[in-house]
């Protein structure tokens, strides 16, 4: 790969600065040195984004004159984290503008800080979805992010008495400088109503026409999204909602009134804000009112853009257009394309159908089954009444596909059907509807083949494929540990890891250095202090950086394990009072996750994570050998600085549960080991790095699947038998962690006895519970030899190359959307 010129053609550096004195004069009407820091975030920003407009100007008269093909990544979530760190970094001129900053006084931390995170994502889901965009421009390929611009993200969490306390998280209240409104492009989105047939005399059919409807326009608002180095910008667009009458009290009659304030709150519904479940659905109206909005707006406008390219010949829509389906929350899109192509574009059903499925191409993120989506045909039938007549035809054609495939085999029907029982099977139809489907780690594919979607698997090899998840190296290294970043660059001799990963694997002959090790450590130990000073102004607690930093970030939910994790410490904490000379090197546990609001269990957990932290760090026997922090609002700005500061990274989830994790990888590339079970890309990371640089533990996928299969696990028998967990079970109702009387009787419950319909211990933590301690001891004893720490650290460092969201990108295009990289010049 070519290096990339080391420096931004467009910047300038005293252009820059009297862009900033300009924008704080425009937008405030101040000058400089009274400009708030929230105001100068605004104007640097505004300065930057007159650099990306240049490119992003060029880039799309790239687009015209070369009519590429363009994948539409559609997903309801992206979850992009603040950008303009990020946009200096990917535009080559973070330096510069850090220099500039500096003459003017103005810390650009500071500055950066000012962002608010844009949240709209839940997690893993819509990170992943930000990394590709990030790949995707600074790979070359043409692509648009489709989303919602939700008016509220993801809620703020605050930690009040130990409990998560969810605050709306209004990120659009002073503007946000990137976007641009594109007004010009809106598109009406009809909802309800019936359908009428029509005999059309002329074309000699029948026509289709939704009447009585409600309807909205979707009005785009483009992101830039910037390439590393390449002058590359594409466009994340989310849809905002606004009605189609305008609300104008005079001019309207009664009956036109009462409409307004509808389409008005229709609207504003809409866009209000981002459902906060992780891997869960809620089958709400709303809900499918969102999916339905960005969906069929992002496919109306594609259509448009192709048209306008192609002289209006649709036929050929596949050659140019791919709509990729982030999980079952966009795949309302399979019948959707085929409404425009037959009831708008007037095709036959086949050539449609056709072209439906060479276009569109489905993700699965998960196979809990509380995560895939099923509408009930009456609710879908009422708000989608045109589109669920297309959904029945579909069905009905497929239906009859299976028959005659397996005849009299009437299973393949229930598990196949896309319309079953009353409800649609969202997944189904995207599996049906695409050419393509895809798991996210080698693992979470083949159970997928073999289990899951195993009857599809086999009607229809062809479609499977894996495409192992990555992260961006720009964002995860370059921007959030400049200090190991600039070290790898100085030890391998070049920055091209930037764009290609797998030349990190230079560092590999250095782990055996103990010059280099010790680099290492110095850079581990700068990242901890940086923690170790948010969590004093954030949490007001102390911790020492020398303790070894053992962290667990990611969404709380029961497959994940934080219980385990915290009934580890509660045990370790035994241990220590017991015998407060035992052998331990002092260790801080380290939380940070946010619990879906209507999340009763996990919201427990966090109270019981802060209940244990009270008890521990309080406690002066102990000699501050053990903490516990419980990092509030978890997100990605906070994110970076503490996969940096991290030297343990837990991943402990119930084997077979993780699809693939992509945190892990974030860890991992910056040179944290891992504790963690044989589950999602663990596994992979394992081969890269080999079994002995990381600290595995636990049943694998096979073993899980089989007890949950056949039975013949029983808590009890490990209750009865293990006396330390026995103690520390009792301990969860004992009042050692809660005055309060009875907290955590139901988390008690739910490991020994089950909860309503539950089996007890779902997820296996005490089955788990001995071979994670002894890993977790092995993690500790590991640690005192701090030169093979480092050098089993660099040995992560160095083999992380493949977990690149650039890699995973190029697979894709491979062998999904077949792209072209186009060359912008500015
Ligand atoms: C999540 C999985 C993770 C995976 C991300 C990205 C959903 C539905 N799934 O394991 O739980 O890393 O998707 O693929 O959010």
Redesign the pocket.
């Known amino acids: 790969m070519e290096s990339t010129p080391a420096k931004n053609k467009l910047f300038d550096k005293a252009v820059f600065k009297k862009e900033i004195q300009e924008n704080v004069k425009l937008l405030f009407r101040k000058t400089i040195d009274h400009a708030s820091q929230e105001e100068i975030f605004q104007a640097v920003s505004l300065a930057v984004k007159d650099i990306i407009v240049d490119e992003w100007l060029a880039t799309h008269k790239t687009y015209n004159e070369t009519n590429p093909k363009i994948v539409y990544y559609l997903s309801m979530e992206f979850l992009i984290g603040r950008a303009l760190g990020n946009n200096l970094i990917n535009l080559r001129c973070y330096k510069e503008v850090s220099e500039v900053l500096d003459e003017m006084g103005i810390d650009i931390n500071v500055v950066e800080d000012q962002e608010p995170d844009p949240a709209l994502g ?4 819509g990170r ?1 979805a930000a990394c590709f965009l990030d790949s995707l421009s600074t790979l070359g390929y043409p692509a648009y992010g489709c989303g919602i611009r939700y008016k509220y993200g993801l809620f703020k969490q605050k930690i009040e008495n130990g409990y998560q306390i969810e605050v709306p998280d209004n990120w659009l209240k002073n503007g946000y400088p990137f976007e641009i409104k594109r007004a010009e492009y809106k598109q009406e989105i009809k909802f309800g109503g019936y359908v009428r047939v029509v005999w059309d005399e002329q074309a000699h059919k029948n026509r289709f026409v939704q009447t009585d409807y409600q309807s909205v326009y979707a009005v785009p608002y483009d992101l830039p999204i910037v390439g590393y180095g390449n002058n590359m910008i594409n466009t994340l667009r989310i849809w905002d909602a606004e009605p189609i009458v305008e609300f104008n009290l005079e001019s309207f009659d009664k009956g036109n009134y009462t409409k307004a304030v509808e389409q008005e709150n229709l609207a504003k519904s809409i866009v209000e804000v981002l459902y906060p479940n ?2 869960h659905y809620s089958g709400k109206e709303l809900r499918l009112k969102q999916q339905y909005f960005f969906v069929s707006a992002s496919i109306q406008r594609a259509i448009q853009k192709y048209k306008e390219l192609n002289n209006n010949d649709i036929h050929k829509l596949y050659e140019k257009v791919c709509f990729q389906m982030n ?1 079952t929350h966009p795949t309302i899109a399979v019948a959707e394309l085929m409404r425009i192509l037959v009831d708008e574009e007037d095709l036959e059903w086949d050539e449609a159908w056709d072209i439906t499925t060479k276009c569109c191409a489905y ?1 699965n ?2 196979i ?1 089954a509380e ?1 895939l989506e099923k509408w009930p045909v009456d609710l879908f039938m009422r708000l989608l009444p045109r589109v669920y007549q297309i959904v029945e035809e579909i069905n009905r054609r497929f239906v009859n596909q299976i028959e005659e495939r397996y005849p009299n085999q009437y299973n393949k029907v229930k598990s196949m059907a896309v319309i079953y029982e009353g409800q649609i099977r969202m997944a189904n139809m995207a599996i049906v509807g695409g050419s393509s489907v895809n798991g ?2 080698r693992l979470h594919t083949e159970i997928l083949e073999k289990r899951e979607l195993k009857d599809f698997y086999e009607m229809m090899p062809e479609k499977f494929s894996n495409k192992t ?1 990555g992260i961006t190296q720009r964002r995860f290294l370059l921007h959030a540990n400049p200090l190991q970043a600039e070290w790898v660059t100085k030890k391998i001799g070049t920055d091209g890891w930037i764009t290609d990963l797998s030349q990190i694997k230079g560092l590999e002959k250095y782990a055996d250095d103990p010059t280099v090790q010790k680099e290492f450590m110095d850079i581990k130990y700068q990242n901890k202090l940086r923690l170790a000073k948010y969590i004093k102004e954030h949490n007001g607690i102390d911790v020492d950086p020398n303790t070894i930093f053992d962290v667990q970030v990611k969404r709380l939910h029961e497959y994940k394990r934080q219980l385990m994790n915290i009934l580890h410490v509660m045990y370790l904490y035994n241990q220590l009072k017991a015998n407060p000379n035992m052998d331990f090197y002092p260790t801080t546990f380290i939380f940070g996750a946010k619990a879906a609001a209507g999340y009763k269990r996990a919201k427990e957990t966090i109270k019981l994570i802060n209940s244990v932290a009270d008890v521990v760090n309080n406690d002066p026997t102990i000699n501050g050998k053990l903490k516990v922090v419980f990092i509030e609002n978890y997100r990605v700005s906070n994110a970076e600085i503490i996969f940096a500061a991290s030297d343990v990274s837990e991943q402990i989830s119930t084997a077979s549960k ?5 945190g892990n990888m974030k860890f991992m590339l910056n040179g944290a080991l891992t504790i963690g079970t044989m589950d ?2 663990n596994v992979e990371m394992a081969e890269e790095v080999g079994e002995e640089n990381m600290f595995i533990f636990g049943m694998s996928a096979e073993e899980v699947m089989a007890y949950e299969a056949n039975g013949g696990y029983n808590p009890y028998d490990i209750y009865n038998s293990d006396g330390d967990l026995r103690k520390v079970l009792e301990q969860l109702v004992d009042g050692t962690y809660s005055k309060e009387g009875d907290l955590f009787n139901e988390i008690y419950t739910s490991l020994l006895k089950g909860t309503g319909y539950d089996r007890p211990d779902v997820y296996f933590n005490l089955k788990d519970f001995r071979s994670y301690a002894q890993a977790q001891a092995r993690v500790n004893k590991a640690y005192k030899d701090r030169n093979n720490w480092a050098k089993m650290a660099i040995l992560n460092i160095a083999s992380v190359g493949k977990f690149s969201s650039d890699r995973t990108i190029e697979e894709y295009v491979k062998d999904i959307w077949h792209l072209e990289k186009i060359t912008v010049n500015v």
Not at 122 to 125: A, E, F, I, R, T
Not at 658 to 662: L, R, V
């Open positions: 839940n997690g893993g889901l992943l992780d891997s999980d993700t993120h998960t809990m995560a996210v780690a998840n993780e699809a693939s994790g992509t999602g890309a």
